[in-house]
T-cell receptor
């Protein structure tokens, strides 16, 4: 089992709809959770971080964390073509390591 | 405010040559991370420093790789000798926190090609 798992996609979502990206992790002691967006040929860009169970909203983005289920998700409301990118989930483990998932490719179709 | 700066942006070298990648973290950040990204293996943490001290180098693939941080504003990642399988994009990132529990900010990366 991978330490951080994401569906590789591509996930295709119509413009204006909600895109839902999911991530599971294996280390129950993990304390910090991050979502990065990476456009092709560019570096990862931090878009959300969450440390506590529940939801955290920032503009069109909502991060959701459920530590009991070892699950973190990212919702993108009112999806735009500019949201088309690869989204990386990263988890700060109990061993003070940060582990990235392999990423989910998101495609917003006009 | 300048972000993380990396140089060179592209490097093409022949197998067996020494390669040195450079990074300047965001001013005031006290943690610095080196990553490697390939299609096959994704984004891998190679090493990270806190207050210029290497904390975890367990991701460094082998002795051919070495990293230094002589001061708070500069770090290098060296590969000697380089091999074709080292071809990848190498990212440097910095953080204002200690350890891996704080958000990191990535540089633009160095695309390394070893022929």
């Amino acid at each position: 089992q991978k330490e951080v798992e994401q569906n590789s996609g591509p996930l295709s979502v119509p413009e204006g709809a909600i895109a839902s990206l999911n991530c599971t992790y294996s280390d129950r002691g993990s304390q910090s959770f991050f979502w990065y967006r990476q456009y092709s040929g560019k570096s990862p860009e931090l878009i959300m971080f969450i440390y506590s169970n529940g939801d955290k909203e920032d503009g069109r983005f909502t991060a959701q964390l459920n530590k009991a289920s070892q699950y973190v998700s990212l919702l993108i409301r009112d999806s735009q073509p500019s949201d088309s990118a690869t989204y990386l989930c990263a988890v700060g483990s109990s061993a003070s390591k940060i582990i990235f998932g392999s990423g989910t490719r998101l495609s917003i179709r006009p | 405010d300048a972000g993380v700066i990396q140089s060179p942006r592209h490097e093409v070298t022949e197998m067996g040559q020494e390669v040195t990648l450079r990074c300047k973290p965001i001013s005031g950040h006290n943690s610095l991370f080196w990553y490697r990204q390939t299609m096959m293996r994704g984004l891998e943490l190679l090493i990270y420093f806190n207050n210029n001290v290497p904390i975890d180098d367990s991701g460094m693939p082998e002795d051919r790789f070495s990293a230094k941080m002589p001061n708070a504003s500069f770090s290098t990642l060296k590969i000697q000798p380089s091999e074709p399988r080292d071809s990848a994009v190498y990212f440097c990132a910095s953080s204002s926190g200690t350890g891996t529990t704080y958000e990191q900010y990535f540089g633009p990366g160095t695309r390394l090609t070893v022929t």
